[in-house]
C-alpha cells in the first residue's frame, strides 16, 4: 500500500524576484527571467497582479489580473515570438 506524500506544494509555479530589470519565477525547479523589454506586461503592475501565477497546464503559465498567459518557450527563447506583427 501507498499514500500520497504529505507537504507537496499546491502550486508548481511561484514568483521569486521582482526587480528594476524584470521578474524571475520558479517552475518545477527551473528558474525563469522575464525582463521588461521582452515582457512589457508586467513593467509597472502592482506586486500583488505579478505574483498572482497559475500554471493551467505543465509549462503554461497564466496572470489572470493581467490577462498574460505565457508558455515556458516563450520565457526561454522571446526571441522566436516578436511582439507585434511584421507586414510584408
Known amino acids: 500500500m501507498s499514500s500520497l506524500a504529505h ?3 499546491t502550486s ?4 521569486t524576484n521582482i526587480s528594476v530589470h524584470g521578474v524571475w519565477i520558479l517552475a518545477h525547479d527551473k528558474e525563469l527571467f522575464m525582463s521588461y523589454e521582452d515582457f512589457p506586461w508586467f ?3 502592482t506586486v500583488k497582479s505579478i505574483v498572482y501565477v497559475e500554471e493551467q497546464s505543465p509549462g503554461h503559465f ?3 489580473d493581467l490577462d498574460v498567459d ?3 518557450q516563450i520565457i526561454e527563447h522571446p ?3 516578436p511582439l507585434t506583427a511584421k507586414s510584408t
Open 7 to 9: 507537504g507537496a506544494s
Open 12 to 15: 508548481a509555479v511561484e514568483v
Open 43 to 45: 513593467k509597472d503592475q
Open 62 to 64: 497564466y496572470w489572470p
Open 70 to 72: 505565457l508558455t515556458e
Open 79 to 81: 526571441e522566436r515570438f
